[in-house]
């Protein structure tokens, strides 16, 4: 085992002494040494649980044969971070993390680990980590938020506070009502309750086949949780004896496996990102075009929020991500995971759907899948949209545009009524590098429905969109703006066209004027010039690599 480096020899007493000073029983030393690597923090509702969680796998790897060790990881809440300078470390934190997991089960020669998870960055970091590691690891994802309750509806975190919050701005809805949402919105533990990105995220990994069948969805609030988390714990062990490693599972018709359920579910554009760098770690250079070529051939068949009325505890009751895996059994790829047994295989004993969340594919809420890939003049590289929560009328949109170099000088405009009808908003310089750390856009893209523009409206952006984000927002621009992308080049005024059906993202404005205006282009002094931030800025990769650093 790996952990014979630091547990068997003469040479190894001082470790064994250090072991022992840590509470590990001689008898316990040369069994496989586990790590648990846990992003509990007080600080963020999806991991507060997590101490419990933290228990059930230590009991699981006891009763599996294995030995325990905890220990933290960071973690950033991007709805706390949202709207200010903390938005620019959400991205970076995920490079953090899967270099911090990677530390710890180097330098401590850890045999396997149980990855204890849930939210936007975190998650994808650990996975990033097990891909790089390559020892046999397992991923718990803690579990989504109940809904809220106020006065006889259910509350989402993302409706329900920042599309509140401009619907008070508008007059729509009073002080009392607004605070009352606040209040009530997040009950408890557990991620935000619609498809977000962290929720999203979750799914996928079960569809990738590195967590158990049914964490994807299961509550946080639920002992079923702790079920999962206990078996998690016994599985590592197994996994461990039987040399099953991250790179064995996460295969390419792993991930065409995980971008089939994303599409299928109309979950969150930060998959893109995510999943190509993940993919990376692995080897394997999995391109965002992937995403559209199969969304093209996987209908949406749920309609969860932000862009539909059901939430995470509603597709848990249906059947979770093997129901709607089994919705596409007869296009997934065969190979190994975490349980034993294939995904497709798992998805072929499901013996029950709850039709009217995950619907058949004979009646899927769009025949294509829930993100498309744009390109044009505007975005030779490629950009990114979330067609699930784009309405009919949106889908193909002329406007004018309105420039702004940061995401508040948007969002004041917004807020202020400076954005009228016909616009397309465009928000710029908040690119991996312009950021820097490409900050999410909910604040805007929220502002924007709960003002009533969402029909009239279309915002385009470098930097990139919550999973809670809906309407016509177009995100991951590339180039982006600080590397001198075309997005740099427009002014106020020009017209815009947006041809999603035809994955066409278009600046209407003649060939000559754009060169006269890149010959008058000067690149920006870095917004941030000391810090992680400097460093990050200067090695990362633009988003349709991932937005990883470079080597």
Not at 196 to 210: F, K, S, V
Not at 233 to 253: A, H, K, S
Not at 411 to 429: C, D, F, K, L, N
């Amino acid at each position: 085992m790996r952990s014979d480096r630091v547990t068997r020899g003469l040479e190894r007493a001082p470790s064994r002494a250090l072991l022992a000073g840590t509470g590990m029983p001689r008898n316990e030393v040369g069994k496989p040494m586990i790590g648990v690597a846990s992003s509990f923090t007080d600080l963020i509702a999806g991991h507060v649980g997590m101490r419990d969680l933290e228990r059930y796998i230590e009991k699981g790897v006891h009763s599996g044969g294995g030995y325990p060790f905890l220990f933290g990881i960071p973690g950033i809440c991007d709805g706390i971070a949202m709207g200010h300078k903390g938005m620019h470390y959400s991205l970076p934190s995920r490079e953090l993390i899967a270099d911090c997991v990677e530390s710890v089960a180097e330098a401590h020669a850890l045999d396997g680990l149980v990855l204890l998870t849930n939210c936007d960055k975190i998650t994808p970091g650990m996975l990033m980590a097990a891909a790089r590691l390559d020892i046999p690891c397992i991923v718990v994802t803690a579990g989504p938020m109940l809904s809220g309750r106020l006065r006889g509806r259910r509350l989402s975190f993302v409706r329900d506070t920042f599309e509140a919050m401009a619907r008070h701005q508008k007059g729509e809805i009073d002080a009392p009502e607004l605070e009352a949402c606040e209040s009530e919105a997040c009950p408890g533990c557990g991620s935000c309750q619609g498809l977000y990105t962290a929720n999203t995220m979750a799914c996928l990994t079960e569809a990738l086949g590195m967590s158990l069948t049914d964490c994807g969805t299961t509550l946080a609030v639920m002992a079923k949780k702790r079920h999962i988390a206990y078996a998690s714990g016994e599985r590592i062990v197994d996994l461990v004896r039987e040399g099953v490693t991250p790179r064995q599972i996460l295969t390419p018709g792993a991930f065409d496996n995980a971008i089939r359920l994303d599409l299928a579910l109309g979950g969150s554009s930060n998959t893109l990102l995510h999943l190509c760098a993940i993919a990376r770690e692995t080897g394997y250079e999995l391109a965002p075009e992937r995403f559209d070529v199969l969304s093209r051939e996987t209908p949406q068949l749920c309609s969860l929020r932000p862009a539909g009325e059901d939430f995470m505890e509603d597709l848990d009751a249906a059947g979770g991500v093997k129901a709607v895996l089994a919705r596409l059994a007869d296009s997934l790829a065969e190979g190994p995971s975490v349980n034993g047994q294939s995904v497709a295989a798992t998805a072929r004993t499901v013996q029950w759907v709850d039709d009217a969340v995950i619907r058949p594919l004979d009646r899927a809420v769009r025949p294509e899948g829930g993100i498309a890939v744009l390109a044009g003049n505007l975005a030779p590289d490629g950009a990114v949209v979330k067609q699930s929560g784009v309405s009919e009328t949106m889908m193909r949109f002329r406007g004018t545009a309105r420039c702004f170099d940061s995401e508040e000088g948007a969002m004041a405009a917004i807020m202020g009524g400076q954005v009228e009808a016909g616009s397309v908003v465009v928000i710029r310089y908040e690119g991996p590098k312009g950021g820097p750390g490409m900050r999410e856009m909910l604040a805007p893209t929220a502002a924007l429905m709960g003002m009533g523009l969402g029909e009239s409206v279309a915002l385009i952006t470098d930097g990139r969109f919550s999973g809670g984000t809906r309407g016509p927002c177009i995100g991951h621009v590339s180039p982006e703006a600080a590397a001198g992308g075309p997005i740099a080049l427009v002014q106020d005024g020009d017209p815009i066209e947006l041809d999603i059906p035809g994955r066409r993202l278009q600046l209407v404005v003649d060939a000559a004027e754009l060169a006269a205006r890149r010959a008058r282009w000067v690149a920006p002094e870095p917004k941030i010039r000391s810090g992680w931030l400097a460093r990050y800025a200067r090695l990362v990769t633009s988003a349709n690599a991932g937005a990883v650093l470079e080597a």
